[in-house]
């Protein structure tokens, strides 16, 4: 089962890493690094609560809800988040960062479950968003996405 979970965190890593570099490409604060870290962390969250209490399992009185460090993952990524988003000149900055590394934590815990076509089409998904905006706002509008 080891290989297993190495390749449910190496796929959160990599598909975090993906959003990371399109971020880095547009010159954003939070670029490959950062949400390389944030995709496996929240991969190897996933896999430690899914499987890291399996010792635990038949005591009596002691139960396993794997969802609740997926839970704490979510809360997590929300605080840090908020540190991205600031108002300045009557403008709100980083909600997209916020957001990317909001929807990599759930890439990465989705690729810790062992779900790596769910993870796949949800990076590619995230990637169509933020280039395709982009198209748009510059080739149609002719203006710069914020």
């Excluded at 430690?48 to 009596?60: A, E, T, V």
Aim: charged share 15%; proline share 1%.
């Amino acid at each position: 089962m080891t290989g297993e979970y190495i390749l449910s965190i190496v796929i959160a890593a990599l598909l975090g890493g993906a959003i990371g570099l399109e971020r880095e490409y547009r010159s954003k604060e939070a670029g490959f690094r950062t949400h390389f870290l944030v995709g496996l962390g929240s991969g190897l969250l996933m896999v430690l609560s899914m499987h890291g209490f399996d010792d635990f399992m038949g005591i009596q009185g002691i139960q396993r809800d794997p969802s609740r460090m997926a839970a704490q993952v979510i809360s997590g990524m929300g605080f840090i988040g908020a540190g991205c988003i600031i108002f300045q000149k009557n403008a709100v900055k980083g909600l997209t960062t916020a957001a990317g590394l909001w929807v990599t934590s759930a890439i990465g815990m989705t690729a810790g479950a062992g779900m790596y076509l769910l993870a796949l089409v949800a990076t590619a998904l995230v990637l169509l968003c933020l280039e395709g905006s982009d198209f748009i706002h510059h080739k149609i509008f002719h203006e710069n996405p914020s």
